[in-house]
């Protein structure tokens, strides 16, 4: 099993940054891709962004330009950081870990969030 645990979250005026971190802890071999999903009240959870072991990386249209993902696979840790926050960015992130398994398939896994607020 895989447990991830993410971190700063918090509130911040629009214009503002904000980097969170998400750990992975436990079985953790063979992440093959990690990154960040976002609900907010009323909608449906949804992806923000994604990178693979190998480095290749992918974005939703509206933080493209204003947040970047990183990880690092020695630590099994992907972080993302958020820059010109604007209060539509409000939300709680989740982390998101896919560990394969080949033929055997796939297991997905979620953290239990952490909660970003952007307003003056």
């Known amino acids: 099993q895989v447990q991830l645990v993410e971190s700063g979250g918090g509130l911040v005026q629009p214009g503002g940054s904000l980097r969170l971190s998400c750990a992975a802890s436990?079985?953790?071999?063979?992440?093959?891709?990690m990154g960040w999903y976002r609900q907010a009240p009323g909608k449906e959870r949804a992806l923000v962004a994604i990178i693979t072991s190998g480095g290749s990386i992918d974005y939703v249209d509206s933080v493209k330009g204003r947040f970047t993902i990183s990880r690092d696979n020695a630590k099994n840790t992907v972080y993302l950081q958020m820059n010109s926050l604007k209060p539509e960015d409000t939300a709680v992130y989740y982390c998101n870990a896919i560990q394969s398994f080949g033929e055997d398939g796939d297991r997905n896994y979620w953290g239990k969030g952490t909660l970003v607020t952007v307003s003056s």
């Open positions: 436990g079985s953790s071999f063979r992440l093959n891709a």
